[in-house]
């Protein structure tokens, strides 16, 4: 996180994580899609010619002033496939929250499973505690033929009790949502700090507005 102080501006990072064919991309595009064009910044994707994500995309996101700072948030998303290893972990320094998207389709347990033991151990290499970082759970494609029960998702895959929603993210069904929810978590962070900073004397952060 960067907080200019001259400029009052806040600029927050947030990566969506998870595996290959997730829905991470289609979360972002409908987020660019939905958003006014003064709120939103180009979204840039660099993808394969089958529309995979090869390395990231980048929509910066305007939410306006908090406490008289203006606030971006920056979202990104990582490849899932398992060759992208060393873009995951380059992508996701200096995260400031994280959106993992799971493929709720049963076949895809396996991979859901194996992508959030990698967001951990990249975590840990970043000496990041994964129990302590904004993280909110995206249970994408709930409309499949069965697909695999809320509570199991939640049971095998949300070992640290964070925050899920239920997505169709290709119809725009819980994408705002999930988003709003790690926006509130990044923001209650800088809250966190600028509450240490004010016991010290220094300025105020921004308050969770989102």
Partial sequence: MLINYPAREIHAKIVYYGPGWGGKTTNLRHVHNRLPSHARGRMISIA??????????FL???????RGFKVRFHLYTVPGQGFY???????????DGVVFVADSQRRRLAENLESLDDLC??????????ARMPLVMQWNKRDVA????????????NRFAAPSFEAVAKDGVGVIETLKACCRDVLRVVEGAGAADRERGGRPAAEPAV
């Fill in 48 to 57: 394969t010619e089958n529309e995979r994500t090869l390395f990231f995309d």
């Fill in 146 to 157: 069965a697909a695999v029960p809320v509570e199991e998702l939640d049971d095998r895959l």
């Fill in 121 to 130: 151990r990249n975590l840990v290499e970043q000496r990041v505690d994964p």
């Fill in 60 to 66: 910066p996101l305007d939410l306006g002033q908090v």
């Fill in 85 to 95: 290893a060393v873009s995951r972990r380059l992508i996701l320094r200096d995260v």
